[in-house]
């Protein structure tokens, strides 16, 4: 069999499947998915762009479900169980009167 064609009766053979739940798993998936581009080697910063991003259809349902600030407080969570430092914003300078 070709290399590039899927075999039905392989074991082998990767398959997605999905499981319908009444329960809310967007905050275990986002954790799995934090840790996973953390692991890869992403920075909080790159890590939630690919959370803005449409075209990662897993990681952008996060946000669109739970919003920025509910994702945000898990990347600084996950980086925080890797003993990761995360700032969001730079603090603002001090203003001379």
């Not at 075209?55 to 969570?77: N, P």
Request: contains cysteine.
């Amino acid at each position: 069999m070709p290399k590039d064609e899927i075999d039905p009766d392989d074991p082998m053979e990767l398959r997605g499947v999905g499981l319908l739940t009444d329960h809310d798993t967007t905050e275990p998936m986002a954790e799995c998915f934090i840790e996973e581009f953390l692991r890869l080697g992403h920075n909080h910063r790159q890590i939630l762009a690919l959370f803005r991003n449409p075209h990662y259809t897993g990681v952008h349902m996060v946000l669109q479900q739970r919003g920025e600030d509910f994702v945000k407080a898990k990347i600084t969570e996950v980086f925080g169980w890797w003993k990761r430092d995360v700032r969001w914003a730079d603090p603002p300078a001090p203003s001379n009167p």
